[in-house]
């Protein structure tokens, strides 16, 4: 059966299960908004207890309606919410919403309910909303069932998992400007998936930013791929909460959500293009932003005021998120002089000096110049526009309106966005609800306004990459000698592969390892040993043995046939503390890795976002400064690209202090070759590579290990 | 002279050279302000060319008054200010603002004005103020010579670089409540510096916080002395632009200061106990977070409202900002149960979960009992706090009213600070103007609320540990025999210390290092090896040779005689190839070092803070991640600490992975005593002990290097 979120959205008619109109209840404040959103389709209110609501004709059940009904709000008590379904479902409800909360965010209790919802759900196909959740907003069909009176309307979409904070953003929005297309709070979300949600979303034409708050996630790993489809077309900002231990508990108390490990959320949300803020106001601003202005090109800033202190502000911001102030071209700035001081630099930031508290045009003038300059994607003007009536005199408040429409006039004209910031952003001053209207945000923190602009910048860039990069297929293909060898291992009674095991794993996908050969004897240690040449390295080959070298299990730097039988002698003593002789399959013999650079890959199933690939440099990289990156597989070589780039000891591959640089191509071989393993063969559970000696030319991966379900 | 800034700020009369009534006009501004600011004191208007300005007298110079002035004002052209400094000081002023631009951040003719002006000033010991500055403000005496209109009164004071920023924190305090008593824009400061304008407001009694908005430093050192015995009493909120380069040519074209390393002037305000802010909103924000609140005795949070969601932000913040979210006491908890929804936990985030907004009253309880609680040293509500008419129903609001006069109550009864976060912060809403006038600050963003918080109690903690600690003289002591040394090295023409003078240098300070000796010749070498034992450690001694290692001037690891001789000879004969055989003094011989941690420490004299000792763990420690501590010399025994703990790899010092800890104690030591050398020493330039070879038992100097005037 095919679900559809339409009928949610855009339903033929309402009805409201336990519609009241006894003042401060939930389900009073929602069969409100909702009569009076100005919805045109009908609306049936469902009471037992009354005859008539808010002047309404009121019946017993839905099913006294005598006709089918497309969307079903349910704000019952719990024990009533199963047969409220179920009857939704007899008359046909493609869409129900339950409000209804103390469900399985409060135990085993209401978990059965749950499943019972989903029970009778099924039958039919119908997509349930929630439960434990706050409603719906739509305003394309003039939906308002969340129980907020005033809600504005605009061109963002939120879906959240937290009333409260759709509380918030719609009172951000009648006090900031800007406003909603659709509002959903998800719930617990046991049946319409936030993933589902944001599929819908990508494909609405009244959308154009998507909001997320969210306290937990299930279905990471849908979610990262359907994002990635999302970016293409329109962002996506995300509060996620549950960063910290004491987030953790909050929100653990607030949905029963099992937040998970923030350090791949938060890859993996980087990864598909998701813009991550981390407060409420925050969340509003980015999104009203990127509803508001062009998508830029780049990261180059001008930056213009009347006040030298303010440029300086706004430059540093700058650098701290992460743009570049460039010096304008010459011809720029020889343009903008004629409109300074005599003697004020142009090169970026602009300072008017003065002389835009007399001649607000010359902003215009010199906002357009800027414009023209393919070293700039993105301007800010900081300082005091709107206030100039204010600090200076009133007679400049006509020619500061007539700048605002040029300033609009010039964003449409040459795509590029421009924010304003001024402490006066807030006030009742017609110069600036010019802007706001005409596009042009306008906002009170120097700080906010920069992280804004950085945010659109940094999007666009990503969108650009996600839009034309290529995603390997997520569907496994089958190896028959890799199923083979995993028949053994379970037969055995095996999870962990052996070393040799692992090799030939490995070795199946090409992935190029140093030459190592097993010895079960002494003299075949020897032999082998003969052969190779020396310095070797012997590790112990044993179902018991995981950690070898703590067993010890691993002798280096062997160098004569005398070496070779000692240590052989040596490993085995050692081992049969742990486990019998028979249980030992032998010894594998390599030669020494030649230096470079040690580094990890491994491989986790993470139980949010599936499998997840990590990648860091060893040593105190790893233990001490915990620089590691993580990306959900599979993995695209921008992926590749980017985990490598981000950790911290970067430079350390390139080569630093005249060493020369390392063989990042072999790095990025084994990723891949590794994301490729791990969507081949779900039943790989763990993959540590470690470690990795990356030379000059080529790396060896000296030990791997490798763990089955 | 003595020189007292009393009489800028309290003067008994007051001129303006240069009162102007042409709207618009700078002077103008300022004369208005003044004149309408209601200043008990004689005011003289200053202008050739009028009679009258805003129907008062005006006097064509200011010797034409007739009697003393204590402050003047001099708002005329470049060319003029001179001659009216002159004036200024033959009628007694104490005190000469000059708001005149153009003067010394435009070159060497402004230059050269300005040390007329001081030459003029010397007569007397009148104390400049300015120029290029946009004025002063005094509450406490009504001045207001800012050229602002309204200027809330309060208790926050501001000492800024920039007129725009000024305009911009007095609006802000329009907007967001609370305000300022002192005012003062410290322009080009060529006469009274800013560590000067601190020293008087650390003793006024009408401040009680200090804001700063900087863009250069001069006489960091001793600002550096001035702020800590200012925030014994007082906090400092500054905002130092310049970090980033475009920041730096901002900053550099609106005052011309010489923006120093940013990297330094962090460390120097850390160390100093300075809060630092990056945005003109942000140093508003806690100024009056400062001025409002009491300050809290270690960095517990307890979280309280009616929303899961905000809650987990809220805690989330908290764990970014560095507080702890404490599990209250089981007593605690208890009596917060009964108040909130059955079943829901009271560890803390509390959740009211609904019930608030039915009884606000119950918030009065909780927070109560949170007060009471040990492991809570600050609260914060967040959620909706005044927006519950708005969401709920109006009859509310006066129950809403009724809890925010028992919150301020509480605030004043048990001395910990809270603080109030909702997105109503800045409407018009009764109950929110009873708590911001009762001393609880209303915050609209909850990120900027946690940043509040955690300033105030980070502050706490940094004003006791300032209290309390001893802070080494800053008089230098002489040594004989240092100087005797200094004088060797100047007589031949050196700066640079031959290693086994830096030996000689530390050893006075009983600084202990690895055993060393001398050798001339090969024969010497020998003998010396011998003595000492193998392996050993051979480098050149010369005073061409700086770089010991790129000349070839070091070999490690020499194992007998044979090795020894070779050595030698090799050193001799690479080092021939940048110097004479008769500039070689030998090859300085010693043991090789035991393995340890590596370790950096040295000493550069920066120009705006003087001496500043560098800290660091070697290696890619340095190389790679830049992760190095400074601290301003004199050290006390707690900036050591800091300097030591506050590196990323600091954990590697305290033992990692089952790995023995090292001896810090040792680190200190050398700390210490270099703190007292480059005190006592002003002609030590540069000193850099690197590598330092930590043991688990003391610490190895491998190479010494020092460098004087």
């Known amino acids: 059966m095919e679900r559809s979120l339409d009928r949610v959205f855009n339903p033929q008619s309402i009805a409201v299960i336990g519609a009241s109109e006894v003042p401060g209840k939930a389900a009073e404040r929602r069969t409100r908004s909702l009569i009076q959103g100005g919805y045109a389709g009908d609306i049936f209110l469902i009471n037992p207890k009354r005859s008539e609501i808010f002047g309404r004709k009121a019946y017993p059940t839905i099913t006294d309606i005598g006709k089918n009904v497309d969307l079903v709000m349910i704000v019952v008590a719990p024990k ?35 499943a019972e919802i989903l029970n009778e759900a099924a039958k039919t196909g119908a997509c349930i909303v929630g439960p434990n959740c706050s409603g719906m907003f739509n305003a394309s069909s003039n939906i308002n069932m969340l129980g907020i009176p005033t809600i504005n309307k605009g061109s963002i979409s939120i879906l959240a998992q937290s009333g409260n904070v759709i509380d918030s953003l719609t ?33 609405d034409p009244d959308t154009k930013a998507i909001m997320a708050y969210l306290e937990g996630i299930r279905g990471g790993n849908e979610l990262v791929s359907v994002v990635r489809e999302t970016v293409k077309k329109k962002p996506i900002i995300a509060l996620k909460v549950g960063r910290s231990r004491a987030g953790m508990r909050a929100a653990a108390s607030h949905t029963g959500s099992l937040a998970g490990d923030d350090i791949i959320l938060d890859a993996a949300f980087r990864q598909a293009g998701i813009v991550r803020v981390s407060n409420a106001d925050e969340l509003y601003d980015m999104a009203h932003i990127f509803a508001t202005c062009p998508i830029p090109r780049g990261n180059g800033l001008a930056i213009l005021s009347e006040g030298g202190g303010d440029n300086s502000i706004a430059a540093d911001n700058a650098e701290k998120f992460g743009m570049e102030v460039p010096i304008l071209s010459r011809e720029t700035q020889e343009k903008i002089k004629p409109f300074l001081l005599e003697g004020m630099p142009a090169h970026n930031p602009i300072d008017y000096g003065g002389t835009a508290e007399e001649n607000p045009h010359m902003i215009t003038e010199c906002v357009k110049v800027c414009m023209q300059d393919d070293r700039v994607d993105g301007i800010l003007i900081t300082g005091f526009f709107g206030g100039f009536y204010d600090i200076i005199s009133p007679h400049i408040a006509e020619l500061e309106e007539q700048t605002s429409r040029e300033l609009v006039d010039l964003v449409h004209e040459y795509k590029k966005p421009l924010i304003v910031n001024t402490s006066y952003a807030r006030d009742p001053i017609k110069s600036l609800d010019i802007l706001k209207e005409g596009g042009i945000p306008v906002i009170e923190s120097s700080e906010r306004a920069a992280q804004a602009m950085s945010a659109l910048m940094h999007f666009a860039m990503k969108q650009q990459k996600i ?10 293909r089958e190896h028959p000698a890799i199923k083979k060898l995993f028949d053994t291992v379970k037969n055995a009674g095996r999870a962990n592969l052996l070393e040799t095991e692992s090799r030939e794993l490995l070795q199946q996908y090409e992935i190029s390892l140093p030459d190592a050969a097993l010895a079960a004897t002494t003299q075949d240690a020897v032999t082998v040993a ?37 240590a052989f002698e040596e490993i085995v003593h050692n081992v049969e503390k742990i486990t019998t002789r028979e249980r030992i399959v032998g010894t594998l013999i390599s030669p020494m890795a030649a230096p470079g650079q040690e580094c990890i890959i491994g491989m986790i199933r993470d139980a949010q976002f599936g499998p997840v690939i990590m990648f860091g440099l060893g040593g105190i990289f790893v233990e001490v400064l915990k620089d590691v990156s993580f990306r959900v597989a599979p993995l695209a070589d921008e992926d590749i690209d980017d985990m490598i780039q981000e950790i911290k000891g970067y430079k350390i591959l390139t080569g630093i202090r005249g060493k020369k640089p390392k063989d990042i191509k072999a790095i990025k071989d084994i990723l891949a070759k590794l994301s490729a393993i791990v969507i081949d063969n779900p039943e790989i559970k763990e993959v540590d590579l470690n470690p990795i000696i990356v030379h000059e030319r080529g790396a060896s991966i000296v030990d791997s290990r490798i763990l089955i379900d």
Request: proline fraction near 2%; avoid cysteine; glycine fraction near 14%.
């Open 171 to 203: 009172h951000f929005a009648r006090i900031k400007g800007g406003g909603f297309n659709k509002i959903i709070n998800v719930g617990n979300a046991i049946g319409v998936q936030l993933h589902e949600y944001i599929d819908y979303l990508k494909d």
């Open 530 to 566: 003969n052969r190779m040449g020396y310095p070797l390295a012997m590790k112990i080959v044993s179902p018991d043995i995981i950690h070898k070298s703590d067993a010890g299990g691993i002798t280096l730097g062997l160098k004569g046939e005398e070496e070779i039988k000692t």
């Open 80 to 114: 009533f919410v199963t047969s409220a379904v179920a009857d939704s479902v007899k008359m046909g409800a493609k869409g129900i919403i339950v409000i209804t909360a103390g469900l399985g965010e409060t135990g085993e209790e209401g978990k059965k309910i749950e």
């Open 467 to 476: 839009r034309t990069m290529t995603i390997a297929d997520k569907e496994s």
